[in-house]
């Protein structure tokens, strides 16, 4: 999960046709396109497996389309919510769906909430290796302090305060990492 | 995003669990099906029936014709030909 290669440079291997560097790309964006389909649009374990699947077929086909490689995050998300929709809207002509599910269906909030988890990710694979790891264990992969403990070999009693220690070290690696704009910008 | 309180944090890294292992496998190994499924493609892009088959029931088609049961592949072609 280390980043060291910006998403340009990935991008940029990708399409002089590096495999390892795509292997790298779907690693780097594929919790955040599960997470849009499953979180944002609902779909089902199903209809998520069949979107994954295309936006990556997609992605690939298409790399050399994409005008600003940096810009692979937005064009990924787009392309999922894209895709997403089109599901939703295939099942709801088998099974109509209700005002709800519609009114659900890729929230703006949920979706916003996502773009900032990734930016949080991203900084977590920046920061060292044992609070990567130890964070990715306990809050993403919702595993206990005796399977982190047994995992990476710590006692179980330790594993509280690292969690903490390297929440904080995240915090100020994020806050340092995004100092407000001079006045003078504007976005 | 501007504030980044522990809570939020950890509310922000638990909102990512990773997708299922073989799914993102299937995805990572799309380059080394490609060559595979172009030879498919090709091969139903020139003829009509074989591309019927693979519509209808898309992995009997393949098996029938002795094509090597990839998963990757297959996921593929579904996308490709909207196969059930």
């Known amino acids: 999960m280390a980043q060291t290669l910006s998403d340009s440079e990935l991008v940029a291997r990708c399409r002089s ?4 560097a795509w292997a790298e790309l779907v690693d780097r964006f594929s919790r955040y396109v599960y997470a849009i389909s499953v979180q944002a649009f609902r779909l089902s374990d199903a209809d998520a497996e069949d979107v994954f699947q295309e936006v990556f077929a997609r992605a690939y086909e298409h790399l050399d389309g994409l005008r600003d490689d940096a810009a692979v995050r937005p064009w990924l998300a787009q392309l999922t919510r894209r895709l997403c929709i089109d599901r939703l809207r295939a ?12 009114e659900l269906a890729g929230s703006e909030e949920t979706l916003t909430m996502l773009e900032d988890a990734l930016t949080v990710h991203e900084a977590l694979a920046a920061t060292p290796e044992h609070c990567r790891e130890i964070l990715d264990r306990f809050f993403a992969r919702d595993e206990s302090y005796r399977t982190i403990g047994e995992a990476l070999d710590l ?6 305060s690292r969690i903490s220690r390297c929440l904080g070290r995240l915090r100020e690696f994020l806050e340092g990492r995004t100092q407000p704009d001079p006045p003078s910008s504007s976005r | 995003m501007t504030a980044f309180d ?6 922000l890294i638990r909102a990512l669990p990773p997708a299922p292992e073989a799914w993102v496998r299937a995805a990572q190994e799309l380059p080394l099906a490609k060559a595979g499924l172009d030879e498919i493609v090709a091969r139903a892009e020139a ?13 009997s088609a393949l098996e029938a014709e002795g094509y090597e049961r990839d998963p990757a592949v297959i996921k593929a072609l579904k996308v490709r030909f909207k196969s059930k």
């Not at chain 1, 709801?92 to 519609?102: I, K």
């Not at chain 2, 003829?47 to 992995?59: C, G, I, P, S, T």
């Open chain 1, 91 to 102: 099942t709801s002509r088998e099974r109509p769906a209700t005002d709800e599910d519609l």
């Open chain 1, 17 to 20: 046709g590096d495999q390892q």
């Open chain 2, 6 to 11: 522990e809570e939020r944090l950890a509310r």
């Open chain 2, 47 to 59: 003829d009509a029936h074989f591309k019927a088959r693979l519509v209808a029931d898309l992995e």
């Open chain 1, 155 to 160: 006692p179980a009693g330790t594993i509280a």
